[in-house]
């Protein structure tokens, strides 16, 4: 009996070890072509929003939605360096008496290690933000404070192929809010699908 519980388990790494190799590229000869995807990306903030309203004050916590999504785009020039852009929304934070919510778009050259089976890789760009703030005072009075900016970031990540057109991307990285109203640091943890062109 334990010996056919474990046979299906046994089977599924064998077929897995048999497919790597196949569905493995070799990134030193992976020639230049264009690239999408997206996923699902967690963040943790540490935020200090502040207005003429003293938002919020200095009591209040925020409880972060800090599952999200964000899309990417580039373009392959060759099997170490590539340009890419992102869109990426960083969710909400909420209190009892405001709200925050923050996106932007980002623009990149990404550094890979092209070894055969995985593909470590580092980034550095431009992330071009945009946060709204909502503070309720009275019963109907509502406070609203904007902000943008343009900030530096940067990211670490590891590319696993899983065909000739998809490759699977875990990554992490650093964002740095700080405008007129916000001051934020996002640490970034994504897990994304890339299929290339």
């Known amino acids: 009996m334990k010996s056919s519980k474990l046979i299906w388990p046994l089977l599924a790494l064998g077929g897995a070890a048999v497919a790597l190799p196949a569905a493995a590229q070799d990134y030193a000869q992976k020639e230049p072509g264009f690239f999408a995807g997206g996923g699902a990306i967690y963040t943790?903030?540490?935020?200090?929003f502040y207005s003429t309203a003293d938002f919020p004050s200095d009591d209040e916590d925020f409880d972060d939605e800090r599952v999200s999504w964000k899309a990417l785009a580039g373009f392959r020039l060759?099997?170490?360096?590539s340009i890419e852009g992102q869109y990426v929304d960083f969710g909400d934070a909420e209190s009892n008496t405001a709200r925050a919510e923050a996106d932007g778009w980002t623009a990149a050259l990404v550094a890979d290690l092209p070894l055969r089976y995985v593909q470590p890789y580092a980034k550095a760009g431009a992330l071009f933000w945009n946060t709204d703030a909502h503070v309720r005072g009275g019963l109907s009075d509502t406070l609203r404070a904007s902000d943008d900016g343009t900030d530096f970031f940067w990211g670490l990540g590891l590319r696993v192929p899983l065909g000739e057109a998809?490759?699977?991307?875990?990554?992490?990285e650093r964002y740095d809010l700080d405008g007129d109203h916000v001051e934020t640091r996002i640490d970034a943890a994504s897990l994304n699908l890339q299929f290339n062109f």
Not at 44 to 48: I, Q, T
Not at 166 to 171: F, H, Q, T
Request: hydrophobic content about 40%.
């Open 44 to 48: 943790r903030a540490r935020n200090e």
């Open 78 to 81: 060759n099997p170490v360096l």
């Open 166 to 172: 998809v490759d699977l991307r875990a990554e992490y």
